[in-house]
């Protein structure tokens, strides 16, 4: 179990730097493919509820209706995988620093006008965890930084997971912020426009990038 552990936490480590590496070097590209937003979101969240159940966590998902309507429900383009690279960083790093018994809300919003034919996405991942000081939240997006305290050092990591986020948030066109305080969590909220699925200018899988 600890060889395994530690393997599996080098790999991560490996996959981060070769992903910090593609962005630096300009290599990372979006394969889009027609997805149904909601049942995609379900899925990452659901992976995280037995980690969030063996530590005591409350984990809580909130969406608003624009998920779905009478048409059935609501499908985008979007890169599935360097998406689910985002949720999943948000979600693994919010409960990393969520103690037992703490709670973290993901919500998801699509109610917020369009901007011409793309579909307005916001993401907030919220939990009341031990938050950040206002030193680190001005470089928490940099590369290699982590807060030192006597609560984070407890908490394994590479401090590649928030500008990787960032990387690829930027890459889709979004945005990503943080509010944060010691001692009363921290809440991250991206922003993204995804083109919807069956728009006539956007009829096939594709690669976009930057």
């Known amino acids: 179990d600890t060889i395994d552990r530690n393997a599996q936490r080098l790999l991560l480590l490996v996959n981060q730097i070769l992903d910090e590496r593609k962005i630096d070097k300009n290599q990372m590209h979006l394969h889009c493919q027609e997805t149904p937003l909601k049942d995609f979101l379900h899925g990452i969240v659901s992976l995280y509820r037995f980690n969030a159940q063996e530590r005591n966590i409350t984990l809580s998902l909130k969406e608003d209706e624009s998920l779905s309507s009478d048409k059935g429900k609501l499908k985008v383009w979007i890169d599935r995988i360097n998406f689910d690279k985002v949720i999943s960083n948000l979600l693994s790093n919010a409960m990393k620093y969520t103690p037992e018994g703490g709670h973290l809300l993901f919500r998801i919003d699509g109610s917020a006008k369009r901007h011409g034919k793309l579909q307005h996405l916001r993401i907030i991942v919220r939990d009341d965890g031990i938050g950040m000081s206002k030193d680190y939240l001005a470089t928490i997006f940099d590369s290699f930084t982590r807060e030192e305290s006597s609560l984070t050092n407890k908490v394994q990591g590479t401090g ?42 956007d009829g096939s899988e594709g690669e976009i990038g930057r």
């Open 160 to 201: 590649l997971g928030m500008a990787i986020t960032k990387s690829l948030v930027d890459l889709m066109g979004g945005t990503i912020s943080v509010e944060s305080e010691l001692g009363t969590g921290s809440t991250f909220i991206v922003d993204l426009d995804f083109p919807p699925a069956g728009d006539e200018s």
